[in-house]
Structures are given as structure tokens and as C-alpha cells.
């Protein structure tokens, strides 16, 4: 079964310090076929990828392409025999242009031996065009969306003549409309014949799109198949070994007086009329379509966002933000949903990233307490399982989904009265998410009171005493738990009917 693979890995191990990360791992892709890689954050996925295109060296093991056996000393190298992939970080260069960006390090070159600018500009528009992307390729990255960008790390790993495409997390980032036609890409390429390699902790998404699966267990292979063959209890079994409990953890909770009153809150272009009340111990469901406003809305209660009128109230009492600070001081937390960029430092260890917001309450004569720092990281990142080999350890160093938890960590830790979460499980495995849920709903126990924005349905009906639903800049409907449904909100969100 196994022989018609175009790129095989056998046995391949990788060692960070204090880390096995991948243990004696196989792997085989298929021409035509997608296959999906699974496994819980800090698996050995995306450790995986960077051996596979030579960013990194394997320790032990085989790499077998086309039945030959390669060593790729650098990506060029992998690059040169078609190997291509979008990455979970994908590096790009915000002050450089579209097209620059799609062929760095690989740019066309005239018979002059210098830059040839305008063939790079027409293949960039060949490229983008294909991918159903059309854009500027003069265009300076900055100046796009995150969902932009991103075709334009995808239209850079297709800029080679690619045999195997390999996709980490690539819809983590991606609106409904562009994770359609990303789908669509998929399977265009594979049309073409091209092997591909699907990473996603979406299980919808491994039944729409993948033939075959691959499963990691703390960087060992656990076993590999068809995905016809399977269900997804079965996939999650192999992942944890254990089965997730996957009805909600929604405790009944004494819901209290109101504590956060938002009255007619506008943006002079993102949203207008935003009033709504929050409840001690309440978790609060915000559901809208990317481009609704919701992010936008709880940036505006974070201080985040200029342009903004109208009366914030916490307790009963008029608030100004203008600030993250004077959010914090007054008790208001926010974790967004673009981790990376807005809520870490990577270069400094997890106990620093999780003791940030409160240093000065941590400084006593210009002496940090590190004792209380590193009792703090413990705590909250014990809480939500963040995997990493000591919690001195650099948070670069860390598996996206375990950044990612150190953030939410970070916030936690502050103690305070309400905390937003910006879509809280996005890029954290299955067994993670549960505990996620299950942190939630002790933090609304514990008296806190929770805004949670989610485009997860079943997260947002599963989680929330009661569910707002945003469209274009507007709060265009308001269910309790007892009535809401799948298809209420649904058509709300899209602006069908309005129910209430
Ligand atoms: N450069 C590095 N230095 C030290 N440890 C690392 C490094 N890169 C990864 N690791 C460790 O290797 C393990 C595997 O990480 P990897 O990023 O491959 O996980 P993953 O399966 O992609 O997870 P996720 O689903 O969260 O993206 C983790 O324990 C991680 O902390
Ligand atoms: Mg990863």
C-alpha cells in the first residue's frame, strides 16, 4: 500500500533540549490524495513540516522522495525537488510587496542576471488569479488582511512547480468565505495530481477534505488509515488515547446582578448602537460573521479602539477606557483572537509573558519577584494543560496551540471581573478545548463574567446562558440558552429573520 507514496518518512526522530519531539515518526504521501496529520498541540506537527522541508535536520530516520533517499541541508533544497508549504506561522514580509513576497529568495532573473520585475509581476497575477485570489501584486503587504495575506503564502508555495503542498493549520486564520475557497484549492490541486499534507484540528474538516489520516501522540505515530474507514470518536481515541466527554461543561450557575452595562456604543465606521448588559457569573455568547464588528466591539471595550462614543458601565458606575490599563484597573480583560501578534512576547519565557500585566504588583524595590511569577505561571498554565518542558522555557519554543493557551494564562491571572475571550479555542486541540470549556465555566462559578466570541456554533450554543448575534456593525438579535438553535442563529448572523 505504502510503495506508491511520492514522500515517506521513516522513523524520523527530532530532539529539542528537554524535548523528544518527534520519536521514530512515519509519515506517507500520496499523489492526488490529501492526507491529514491529527494530534493534540505539541503533538510534533508543525516540527514534523519544518523536517520535512529541511528547516530542520532530523536526528535519526529516513526521508524517501520519489523512492530515493534525500537529505535537505535547507529549504532550498526541499524547494528544488517541489516540496512546498504554507506554514503555521507563515513568514512574511509586511513592508515588502505582494508579488516580492510570493518569490523571495526565488525572484525571476533576466539574462542580465538582474531582477526581472515584470515577469515576477505577471506569474504573481497567474498565480493569485488561479488561487482565486486576485490582487495587486504591487500592493504592499501591510496594507492587507490577515485573509490576504494569507493567499499570499499560499500563492508563495505555489510559485514553484509543486509535487507536495503542505497545509499547517492553514484555515485557522480564514473567514467562512475564504476557508471555502481554500477547500476549493484543495481539491483543484489535487486534480493536479499533487500530494498533500492537511494539518487541522477541525474534524469536519478531515472528513470533508482528507483520504487519508496520519496520527501523532507526543511526537510518536500512533497509526494510519483511510479516513472512510473511520469516525471521529475513533480519530480522537487514537489522539488522547482516552475518550472526550464532548457535551459541554456548562454548569448551572446563580446568575447575579448586572455588573457591565454597555449603552449605545458607535464606531464612526465598525458598529452603531451596541447596548447590551452583562450579569455576575453570566458567560455571554457573541456570534456574528467575520466582519460583523463583534471584534471591534470588544476592542472598543478594551481601549483598544479610538473613534468611539457612548457610557460603559461597571457595577453601576460610569467608566472611561481609553486604555488596555484603564480596562484592566477597572476589572476588564481581553483576549484576542490574533494571539501571536497582540498578546506575547516570544522571545520571553512563559512565567514572564504570564506575569506581564501585573510586573509593577510584582516589583517590590526595584526587585521582581520571580518566586511569584513562576508560582503564578504554574498555576494558570497548569489549569489549562499548556505543554512545555519547564515554564522557564522561551515561549517561541512552544507548539502554536500551547502560545496560545499561555495567553489565555496570562490573562486569567489577573484576576479579573470580566473577561473577554475572543474565539477561546481557536488552533487548541479537542482535549484542550474541553478543558477550556470546563475553566469557563469554574471561572463563572467562581463569580467572574465571561464575553465569549466565537464562530463556533456548537461552542457558542454549547457554552452561553445567552447568545447575541451581531451583523454588519449591528446587534441584530438576542437568544436566551432555552431558545436558541442552530438555525436561529444562523439566519440572524447571515440576516435572514429576525426572531426577537
Ligand atoms: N525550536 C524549538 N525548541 C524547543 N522545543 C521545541 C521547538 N519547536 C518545537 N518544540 C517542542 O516540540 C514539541 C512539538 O511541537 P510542535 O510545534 O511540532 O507541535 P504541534 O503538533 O504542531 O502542535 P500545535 O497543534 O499546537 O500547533 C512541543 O513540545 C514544542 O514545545
Ligand atoms: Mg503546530
Not at 517541489?82 to 510587496?97: K, S
Not at 532573473?109 to 504591487?138: C, G, H
Not at 469536519?204 to 471521529?232: C, H, M, Q, S
Not at 452583562?278 to 460583523?292: A, D, F, P, Q, R
Given at each position: 500500500m505504502k510503495n506508491n507514496a511520492i514522500f515517506s518518512l521513516k522513523k524520523v526522530s527530532k530532539v529539542f533540549p528537554g524535548v523528544k519531539a518527534l520519536d521514530a515518526v512515519d509519515l506517507h504521501l500520496y499523489p492526488g490524495q490529501v492526507t491529514a496529520l491529527i494530534g493534540e498541540n505539541g503533538a510534533g506537527k508543525s516540527t514534523l513540516v519544518k523536517t520535512m522541508t529541511g528547516i530542520y535536520q532530523p536526528d535519526g530516520g529516513e526521508i524517501?522522495?520519489?523512492?530515493?533517499?534525500?537529505?535537505?541541508?535547507?529549504?532550498?533544497?526541499?524547494?528544488?525537488?517541489?516540496?512546498?508549504?504554507?506554514?503555521?506561522?507563515?513568514?512574511?514580509?509586511?513592508?515588502?510587496?505582494?508579488?516580492?513576497?510570493?518569490?523571495?529568495g526565488?525572484?525571476?532573473?533576466?539574462?542580465?542576471?538582474?531582477?526581472?520585475?515584470?515577469?515576477?509581476?505577471?506569474?504573481?497575477?497567474?498565480?493569485?488569479?488561479?488561487?482565486?485570489?486576485?490582487?495587486?501584486?504591487?500592493?504592499?503587504?501591510?496594507?492587507?488582511?490577515?485573509?490576504?495575506?494569507?493567499m499570499v503564502g499560499i500563492a508563495r508555495a505555489l510559485s514553484v512547480d509543486a509535487k507536495v503542498v503542505i497545509l499547517d493549520e492553514p484555515t485557522a486564520a480564514l473567514s467562512h468565505h475564504e476557508i471555502h475557497e481554500l477547500y476549493e484549492l484543495v481539491n483543484t490541486l489535487k486534480k493536479q495530481g499533487k500530494a498533500i499534507l492537511f494539518i487541522t484540528h477541525?474534524?469536519?474538516?478531515?472528513?470533508?477534505?482528507?483520504?487519508?489520516?496520519?496520527?501523532?501522540?507526543?511526537?510518536?505515530?500512533?497509526?494510519?488509515?483511510?479516513?472512510?474507514?473511520?469516525?471521529?470518536?475513533?480519530?480522537?481515541?487514537?489522539?488522547?488515547?482516552?475518550?472526550?466527554?464532548?457535551?459541554?461543561p456548562k454548569k448551572d450557575v446563580n446568575i447575579g446582578e448586572t455588573l457591565l452595562e454597555v449603552v449605545n456604543l458607535c464606531h464612526t465606521t465598525e458598529f452603531a448602537n451596541i447596548s447590551f448588559s452583562?450579569?455576575?457569573?453570566?458567560?455571554?455568547?457573541?456570534?456574528?460573521?467575520?466582519?460583523?464588528?463583534?471584534?471591534?466591539?470588544?476592542?472598543?471595550?478594551?481601549?483598544?479602539?479610538?473613534?468611539?462614543?457612548?457610557?460603559?458601565?461597571?457595577?453601576?458606575?460610569?467608566?472611561?477606557?481609553?486604555?488596555?490599563?484603564?480596562?484592566?484597573?477597572?476589572?476588564?480583560?481581553?483576549?484576542?483572537?490574533?494571539?501571536?501578534?497582540?498578546?506575547?512576547?516570544?522571545?520571553?519565557?512563559?512565567?514572564?509573558?504570564?506575569?506581564?500585566?501585573?510586573?509593577?504588583?510584582?516589583?517590590?524595590?526595584?526587585?521582581?519577584?520571580?518566586?511569584?511569577?513562576?508560582t503564578l505561571a504554574r498555576q494558570y498554565c497548569e489549569r489549562l494543560q499548556v505543554k512545555a518542558s519547564s515554564w522557564n522555557e522561551k515561549v517561541m519554543n512552544l507548539s502554536g496551540g500551547n502560545q496560545q493557551k499561555v495567553v489565555i494564562a496570562?490573562?486569567?491571572?489577573?484576576?479579573?471581573?470580566?473577561?473577554?475571550?475572543?474565539?477561546?479555542?481557536?488552533?487548541?486541540?479537542?482535549?484542550?478545548?474541553?478543558?477550556?470549556?470546563?475553566?469557563?465555566?469554574?471561572?463563572?462559578?467562581?463569580?467572574?463574567?465571561?464575553?465569549?466570541?466565537?464562530?463556533e456554533l456548537p461552542e457558542i450554543l454549547g457554552m452561553s446562558d445567552r447568545i447575541l448575534v451581531m451583523n454588519e456593525g449591528l446587534i441584530v438579535g438576542e437568544l436566551s440558552r432555552a431558545d436558541a438553535t442552530p438555525e436561529k442563529v444562523v439566519s440572524l448572523a447571515t440576516g435572514g429573520i429576525v426572531v426577537c
Open positions: 524517501i522522495f520519489n523512492g530515493k533517499p534525500v537529505q535537505f541541508h535547507s529549504p532550498h533544497d526541499s524547494h528544488a525537488l517541489g516540496i512546498t508549504a504554507i506554514h503555521q506561522e507563515t513568514v512574511l514580509f509586511d513592508d515588502l510587496t505582494v508579488a516580492e513576497n510570493i518569490f523571495l526565488n525572484y525571476p532573473m533576466t539574462k542580465y542576471f538582474s531582477i526581472d520585475w515584470s515577469t515576477m509581476v505577471t506569474r504573481s497575477q497567474e498565480i493569485l488569479s488561479s488561487i482565486n485570489a486576485p490582487m495587486n501584486p504591487n500592493q504592499i503587504l501591510r496594507e492587507l488582511s490577515i485573509g490576504q495575506k494569507h477541525k474534524f469536519d474538516e478531515i472528513f470533508a477534505l482528507a483520504d487519508r489520516y496520519t496520527v501523532f501522540r507526543d511526537g510518536r505515530y500512533v497509526g494510519e488509515g483511510f479516513v472512510k474507514d473511520v469516525n471521529e470518536a475513533q480519530l480522537v481515541e487514537m489522539m488522547v488515547a482516552r475518550s472526550i466527554d464532548e457535551t459541554y452583562l450579569k455576575k457569573g453570566e458567560i455571554l455568547g457573541i456570534y456574528g460573521l467575520v466582519g460583523s464588528g463583534r471584534t471591534e466591539v470588544m476592542q472598543a471595550l478594551f481601549g483598544t479602539s479610538e473613534q468611539v462614543t457612548g457610557t460603559v458601565k461597571m457595577e453601576g458606575k460610569e467608566v472611561t477606557i481609553h486604555s488596555p490599563k484603564e480596562a484592566i484597573d477597572n476589572g476588564i480583560v481581553y483576549v484576542p483572537e490574533e494571539r501571536q501578534k497582540q498578546g506575547i512576547v516570544l522571545e520571553l519565557p512563559i512565567y514572564q509573558n504570564v506575569s506581564l500585566p501585573q510586573i509593577e504588583r510584582l516589583t517590590k524595590n526595584g526587585q521582581v519577584d520571580q518566586e511569584g511569577e513562576m496570562k490573562w486569567l491571572a489577573t484576576n479579573p471581573k470580566v473577561i473577554i475571550l475572543d474565539e477561546p479555542t481557536k488552533g487548541i486541540d479537542i482535549g484542550s478545548k474541553s478543558a477550556v470549556h470546563a475553566f469557563m465555566s469554574e471561572l463563572v462559578d467562581s463569580g467572574l463574567s465571561v464575553i465569549m466570541v466565537s464562530s
